[in-house]
């Protein structure tokens, strides 16, 4: 199709207001009036407030309102379990408790934001400290099985016993920290018994829900609103502590208030990456064939809050073996609350299976790549159910082809470069494809302009661009003339973004309302008004077929030979995910997906001080992330495809299939550059050095 609108590498619609500073973020929204709040955290783990000493505080300069448990209005308590965690009540300052560092103890309001801060910095707050259990190792006598999901398919440890070739090893993966570029941030404001808060959140459906039920509110009389935002990778899944404290404060003042998060706040105050603990045993024929697979994750949840993060998901359909086992147990720490982060399993699931199957090629004296082609299943392993589509084997071969793989050398330690060892390393990328229910309205304004609403949010993934591709082409209008309107509670229902579900979805509903229309313009009934609410649901395809995107990324990284320090030269991703909705926004989402995967492998841990239970490098200073220097030549390639049983437009999920398997390329070109192999992420120079000079010496 010469004249498919959908799928070309159009510019972000709303680029032009981003960079005019026309795009209001939710702090951005200055209303007459407005007050500044800001949040006094807990400085203990563990235990119960004994005494805030607010009378001094009161007397600060510009000062309006002092909120602590003990003058809070009262909310809706936190179910202990809930269906869905992002929608639910999240009372604030609900009691003297203390259930993690970090938490929300008081709310400090005044006429300036400097005046906020100096007052919440001067408040007095005494504590009760109970000890609490922080450490992860330490906790694993009492780790359990979060809901009985382990899968079993054979007798994997007899069929271990008997490998001829085999593979036992633990790795680690640290905790991680979200750090959007903006932080949540909201601003309430009422208007009679009506609450309006702009407020940063990927799901605007359930931050609705969340904040009035914690406010016991009838739906209708909250809006949340959140137009543009600054990133979220799950970060942004449940609203925090700012909204809540906003609304309630801006009810008790008369006045709209602004809540903003620090950025050393964010480390604590949301949610985080838990750490995990996960052993990965490969059995293999001498040709390579695998007999068994089992991945036995161990992961940190929050006392607080329950999440197990679905770390052997995909280890559960990438290759085909026929004894298998995977488990999943977690602890309750009296830790923040860890939540979802970007391709929640399968990020750190692959930073330890796709090191186990490189370990495994090199013990079998099988190139990786091969190996991979090997253990191609022919069908879902573990549902024994067809895929949708499978291009794994395509991605291999055409990113080896393009990546010079075959320039390798088998044997590692034996490039060098001046002071550089120079190794190469690859592994696969899997990610789970999902449909969410949606809706989508579309309302035509004349023969040739429609707007679009949905509640639907940007996180700056180029949502408003692709609905605006697809709704010009499902009507035959231009792409100018179509209003894109997103992020309004008022909007039609979506899942919101999350899941790489976003797009699929909600652009699966937007078609089959401008498919509604069209018919009904061609039937000659006057365009004006026009209007129509499009719907998806996912059908049986989804049971019928297993469904994935692929991909397969090819590393190249320089050792320092005498300092260890490891540095990436260049980076190359193939990728199927379906029909992609724009070639632009698509591959710019890879590459940062593959950069954070890069950042996994080399760079990014929240230091976790089990002493106290808290993160000690709570800025960006201390959390290193990449840097420009860091990421030299990473480039993104997307196969064409087009998956029909995965929804009308074909199309897959890409925001979380970058980082996918990425930073295992990264560990493996490393081990091949140098000869050491490190199974405990982040891999540090402290941690290849010991290595390096035992070679040497
Ligand atoms: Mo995603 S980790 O569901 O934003």
Redesign the pocket.
């Known amino acids: 199709m010469p004249d498919s609108i959908i799928g070309q590498p159009l510019d972000r619609i709303d680029g032009h207001a981003k960079v005019m500073g026309r795009a209001l973020y939710s702090a951005d929204h200055s209303v007459d009036d407005l007050a500044y709040g800001h949040i006094v955290t807990a400085a203990i783990a563990h235990g119960q407030i004994k005494a805030i000493n607010t009378a001094a505080v009161r007397k600060m300069p510009g000062v309006l309102l002092v909120m602590t448990h003990e003058n809070a209005p009262k909310q809706t308590p936190a179910p202990a379990k809930a269906e869905n965690r992002h929608a639910r009540p999240k009372p604030q300052l609900a009691s003297a408790q203390v259930q993690y560092f970090g938490q929300a103890v008081a709310l400090v309001v005044a006429q300036t934001p400097e005046d906020a801060r100096a007052a919440a910095d001067a408040l007095e707050v005494t504590y009760a400290r109970q000890p609490g259990a922080y450490d992860l190792e330490a906790e694993r006598p009492r780790a359990y099985d979060p809901e009985g999901g382990d899968s079993k398919v054979g007798d994997v440890e007899t069929a271990l016993s008997r490998s001829p070739v085999r593979v036992d090893a633990t790795y680690t993966t640290p905790y991680q920290s979200h750090n959007m570029m903006e932080p949540p941030a909201s601003v309430a404001r009422w208007n009679g018994d009506k609450l309006t808060v702009h407020c940063a959140v ?1 799901l605007v459906e359930a931050a609705h829900k969340s904040i009035a039920d914690t406010l016991k509110m009838p739906p209708e009389k909250v809006e949340v609103i959140s137009e543009y935002i600054g990133g ?3 970060g942004k ?1 449940p609203v925090y502590a700012d909204a809540i404290l906003a609304a309630l404060a801006a009810r008790e003042l008369r006045r709209p208030v602004k809540v903003v998060l620090t950025r050393q706040q964010l480390f604590h105050l949301t949610t985080h990456r838990p750490a995990s603990i996960q052993r990965v045993r490969l059995g293999a024929e001498h040709d390579g064939t695998l007999i068994a697979l089992a991945h036995e994750s161990y992961a940190q949840s929050a006392r607080a809050d329950e999440f197990s993060e679905p770390v052997v998901s995909s280890t559960r359909s990438l290759y085909a073996a026929p004894h298998r086992l995977t488990t999943e147990r977690i602890s309750a720490l009296d830790l923040p609350v860890a939540d ?5 399993g399968e990020a750190i699931g692959l930073l330890s299976l796709e090191q186990a199957m490189d370990e495994l090629a090199e013990r079998l004296r099988i190139d990786p790549v091969e190996l991979r082609l090997k253990n191609e299943p022919k069908e879902d392993p573990e549902k024994k159910v067809p895929y949708s589509t499978r291009a794994l084997v395509s991605c291999l071969q055409e990113g080896a082809k393009r990546f010079g793989w075959d320039r390798r050398q088998a044997q590692p330690g034996q490039v060098r470069d001046g002071r550089w060892l120079v190794g190469l390393g690859m592994a696969a990328a899997i990610r789970g494809n999902f449909l969410r229910p949606a809706e989508a309205l579309v309302r035509l304004d004349s023969a040739e302009r429609a707007v679009v609403e949905m509640d639907m949010t940007d996180i700056g993934t180029g949502s408003y661009t692709i609905f605006a591709q697809i709704a010009a082409e499902t009507l035959g209008f231009k792409v100018e003339n179509i209003d894109v309107r997103l992020g309004h509670s008022s909007f039609a229902n979506t899942p919101g ?3 790489s579900f976003g797009a699929s979805s909600c652009g699966a509903a937007l078609h089959d309302a401008c498919r509604k229309l069209k018919a009904r313009l061609d039937a000659g009934e006057g365009a004006q008004g026009l209007s129509e609410i499009g719907r998806v649901e996912p059908g049986d395809d989804y049971k019928k077929y297993s469904q994935y995107a692929y991909g397969a990324h090819f590393a190249e990284v320089g050792v320092d030979v005498a300092t260890g320090e490891v540095r990436l030269r260049r980076m190359l991703g193939v990728f199927e995910a379906g029909r992609i909705l724009n070639a632009k926004t698509a591959r710019s989402q890879l590459i940062g997906g593959m950069i954070w995967g890069v950042s996994s492998a080399l760079h990014e841990e929240s230091v976790l001080d089990t002493r106290f239970g808290s993160f000690v490098n709570n800025d960006l200073a201390n959390y290193h992330v990449p840097v420009h220097a860091d990421v030299p030549d990473v480039d993104a390639v997307l196969l064409d495809a087009f998956d029909s049983h995965a929804n009308v437009l074909g199309s897959k999920g890409v ?2 299939l970058g980082i996918c398997g990425a930073g295992a390329a990264v560990a493996n070109a490393v081990y091949n550059a140098c000869g050491v192999r490190v199974r405990e992420y982040p891999i540090t120079l402290d941690k290849i050095l010991p290595g390096l000079t035992k070679q040497s010496g």
């Open positions: 990927q979220g990778f799950g899944l979802s982060m970007r391709a929640p973004s999350g899941g925001g979380e």
